[in-house]
């Protein structure tokens, strides 16, 4: 299958279907393994995902992009489902340059930790040169939080701060604080849905939401409902991994790293089913039913 475009997933999700709108899994990448599980959850749930790839991921890989990022279009352009590949929480912007010859075709611009004039300014420069160059590109307003480890569950968007901000950066989606937090280990986050669909009426890009991990299920499916289109999902995956290594490795003799890394991303792809699956209320309805 041609290896698709993020904003062509996350628009078609958006524009819902006679079941409602869907929300498009994306899934943070940080190994071969993440992404092979990542594909083939997609191909058992018969939806569509993202591949993303944090800046933090390409500096566990020495700096370089092209290895993995090369290794994801690759998989894309082989699955049987669609699958997108996007950068992902970039700062830097030499790496924010290098994305569109490294075959990403969107990025995710951070400039979250600026104070919000200074925010709205650099985005605002990304957000042109991604445009030049063909890149669909998202930004994030409020302080999310959990990047750091410290869990930011407070922190909210403001509805007209997020309208203003789109339409001076020109961004094409807009990840909003509206109760997650990144690496949670827990789903214990309570989102503020009230405050999504305030977000949602003020705003004219799809919203997209970070540390989904530590959501809890049935919040998910209403935060897609009330207007978030883009799941980011991270250390769910991780948490999948890691767990299904450290009972295969309960086998003190076992060497061969194709041992624990098989079942790690089996249950890794289960993992992602389950969460797609989550996202389109086709499956959810049918669930409800049982």
Request: include cysteine.
């Amino acid at each position: 299958m041609p290896l698709t475009r993020t904003g062509e997933l996350v628009e078609a999700a958006r524009s819902g279907d006679p079941d409602g709108p869907r929300g498009v899994g994306a899934f943070n990448v940080i190994t071969i393994e993440h992404a092979e599980a990542i594909v083939t959850g997609a191909e058992l749930a018969g939806m569509p995902a993202i591949l993303q790839i944090s800046q933090n991921a390409i500096a566990y890989h020495q700096g370089r992009v092209a290895p993995l990022a090369t290794a994801c279009v690759r998989l894309a352009e082989e699955a049987g489902a669609p699958i997108a590949v996007h950068l992902d929480h970039v700062e830097d912007l030499d790496l924010l340059h290098r994305a569109a010859d490294a075959g990403f075709g969107s990025v995710m611009y951070d400039a979250s930790r600026l104070q919000y004039a200074d925010n709205l300014e650099a985005t605002r420069a990304a957000a042109a040169w991604a445009h030049d160059n063909d890149l669909w590109i998202e930004a994030e307003l409020g302080d999310i939080g959990g990047k750091d480890g410290v869990h930011s569950p407070t922190a909210r968007t403001d509805p007209d701060d997020a309208a203003r901000y789109v339409a001076g950066t020109g961004v094409d989606a807009l990840a909003v604080a509206v109760g997650s937090s990144h690496a949670m280990t827990t789903k214990s986050a309570r989102l503020d849905l009230d405050l999504i669909r305030r977000i949602r009426a003020a705003v004219p890009v799809p919203l997209v939401l970070h540390g989904s991990s530590g959501v809890l299920e049935d919040d998910l499916r209403q935060a897609v409902t009330a207007g978030l289109t883009k799941i980011n999902v991270g250390t769910q995956l991780n948490v999948a991994f890691t767990g299904a290594v450290r009972t295969a490795l309960a086998d003190t003799a076992l060497t061969d790293p194709r041992k624990y890394l098989r079942p790690a991303r089996d249950h890794m792809a289960t993992t992602v089913a389950e969460v797609l699956r989550l996202l389109d209320p086709a499956h959810a309805q049918a669930a409800a039913a049982l």
